[in-house]
């Protein structure tokens, strides 16, 4: 992975690998706050704001899967051989290993005790993302991130993954899905959010600028109540766009589920084109077919259809698409796994194979869609 110093002088006004450059910032992007300079509560004077345009669309390397993009997965328990094991199953290693830490403490937050012990010596080419609370499950409030309080905390974060030397090949993907009241940080009210992302990039890149940021939303209408947009926190701020999208509400095992999927306001599409007008990568961290409880009859099952169209939906996305992750959960709650989802399982190879065959070779046999 390059660093933002070299990213930005590659991309700044050109085409790279064949991805152009795109129209300038929406108006959406405007930032809630004007924070640079700012003096945070704790006494610390923060840097200056961060460069709008730093970077855009391939941040990633992808010489272990030879995708268009950087693809990799999700596999429980941290344990990198399972990781290397989903490559082989699919005939390509993972670029990408997503990851969570615990949030039952700030200690848990900052220290990531698990994440080094399983990560620190990284397999070369390997990005790791990093799923990261903002604040732990209790004892904190996103009002009290917002003025600064915390910015102590977040310096001893970088400080951490640059003495790992782990800082130049992470992703932190920061207090994702804010848009769902199942998570601690929600943005219920967005200035806050948004001036508590603020507070912790440029804490924690005092010591560990090469890391990468990924703004994540969940698929489709708020359960908070709120535009997610206003609680982006500005261009330079992000490097990435996410969204995390599962097979279901509705299940795309119809034209008409998928459409809802893809089309709809705050769906895929939506979030590809947001991050194509802001000049960012985009990602989809978390997907899969969905056969759990949870949602019973909401959720899609072993649907291949699914799988074939998320594929579909890459391909066409590929200059701006930076990395998706296969969430290859086996427990009850999801069942998203491969291993038990038979069909899916055959048609995530099969597109898979096609994907990488058509960009390692154009003449090929290409994958419909």
């Given at each position: 992975?390059?660093?933002?110093?070299?990213?930005?002088?590659?991309?700044?006004?050109?085409v790279?690998?064949?991805?152009?450059?795109?129209?300038?910032?929406?108006?959406?992007?405007?930032p809630?706050?004007?924070?640079?300079?700012?003096?945070?509560?704790?006494?610390?004077?923060l840097?200056?704001?961060?460069?709008?345009?730093?970077?855009r669309?391939?941040?990633?390397?992808?010489?272990?899967s030879?995708?268009?993009?950087?693809?990799?997965?999700?596999?429980?328990?941290?344990?990198?051989?399972?990781?290397?094991?989903?490559?082989?199953?699919?005939?390509?290693a993972?670029d990408v290993?997503?990851?969570?830490?615990?949030?039952d403490?700030w200690?848990?937050i900052?220290?990531?005790?698990?994440?080094?012990?399983r990560?620190?010596?990284?397999?070369?080419?390997?990005?790791?993302?990093?799923?990261?609370?903002?604040?732990?499950?209790?004892?904190?409030?996103?009002?009290?991130?917002?003025?600064?309080?915390?910015?102590?905390?977040?310096?001893?974060?970088?400080?951490?993954?640059?003495?790992?030397?782990?800082?130049?090949?992470?992703?932190i993907?920061?207090?994702?899905?804010?848009?769902?009241?199942?998570?601690?940080?929600?943005?219920?009210?967005?200035?806050?959010?948004?001036?508590?992302?603020?507070?912790i990039?440029?804490?924690?890149?005092?010591a560990?600028p090469?890391?990468?940021?990924?703004?994540?939303?969940?698929?489709?209408?708020?359960?908070?109540?709120?535009d997610?947009?206003?609680?982006?926190?500005?261009?330079?701020?992000?490097?990435?766009?996410?969204?995390?999208?599962?097979?279901?509400?509705?299940?795309?095992?119809?034209?008409?589920?998928?459409?809802?999927?893809?089309?709809?306001?705050?769906?895929?599409?939506?979030?590809?084109?947001?991050?194509?007008?802001?000049?960012?990568?985009?990602?989809?961290?978390?997907?899969?077919?969905?056969?759990g409880?949870?949602?019973?009859?909401?959720?899609?099952?072993?649907?291949?259809?699914?799988?074939?169209?998320?594929?579909?939906?890459?391909?066409r996305?590929?200059?701006?698409?930076t990395?998706?992750?296969?969430?290859?959960?086996?427990d009850?709650?999801?069942?998203?796994?491969?291993?038990?989802?038979?069909?899916?399982?055959?048609?995530?190879?099969?597109?898979?194979?096609l994907?990488?065959?058509?960009h390692?070779?154009?003449?090929?046999?290409?994958?419909?869609?």
């Amino acid at each position: 992975m390059y660093s933002k110093t070299v990213l930005s002088t590659l991309l700044l006004g050109t085409v790279v690998a064949g991805v152009a450059v795109a129209p300038p910032p929406a108006a959406d992007a405007a930032p809630v706050t004007a924070v640079a300079g700012a003096t945070a509560a704790t006494g610390t004077t923060l840097g200056a704001a961060r460069p709008a345009a730093r970077n855009r669309a391939k941040l990633l390397p992808t010489r272990r899967s030879r995708m268009p993009w950087a693809s990799g997965v999700f596999v429980p328990h941290d344990v990198p051989q399972a990781y290397e094991n989903f490559g082989t199953s699919r005939g390509a290693a993972p670029d990408v290993a997503l990851t969570y830490t615990f949030r039952d403490s700030w200690d848990a937050i900052i220290r990531m005790p698990r994440v080094y012990d399983r990560w620190r010596n990284l397999p070369r080419n390997l990005t790791l993302v990093i799923s990261v609370g903002m604040i732990p499950d209790t004892g904190a409030t996103l009002a009290r991130c917002a003025e600064g309080r915390y910015d102590a905390k977040w310096r001893a974060f970088g400080r951490g993954l640059a003495d790992a030397r782990l800082a130049d090949r992470t992703v932190i993907r920061l207090g994702w899905e804010f848009n769902g009241l199942w998570v601690t940080w929600a943005a219920k009210k967005p200035k806050h959010y948004v001036a508590c992302w603020r507070h912790i990039v440029r804490s924690a890149e005092i010591a560990a600028p090469g890391l990468l940021w990924d703004w994540c939303v969940n698929r489709g209408v708020s359960s908070v109540g709120i535009d997610p947009r206003k609680a982006y926190p500005g261009d330079g701020y992000v490097d990435i766009v996410g969204v995390d999208s599962f097979d279901g509400y509705p299940p795309a095992t119809t034209p008409a589920g998928w459409k809802e999927q893809a089309q709809s306001k705050y769906g895929l599409q939506f979030w590809a084109d947001f991050a194509r007008r802001h000049r960012k990568g985009f990602s989809v961290p978390e997907w899969a077919v969905y056969s759990g409880k949870e949602w019973g009859r909401n959720g899609g099952g072993d649907n291949p259809a699914y799988i074939a169209r998320m594929f579909a939906f890459f391909r066409r996305n590929a200059d701006v698409l930076t990395y998706e992750t296969y969430f290859n959960e086996p427990d009850a709650y999801q069942h998203g796994a491969l291993e038990v989802n038979p069909r899916a399982a055959r048609e995530y190879r099969e597109q898979f194979t096609l994907t990488r065959r058509r960009h390692l070779c154009p003449g090929c046999a290409l994958p419909h869609g």
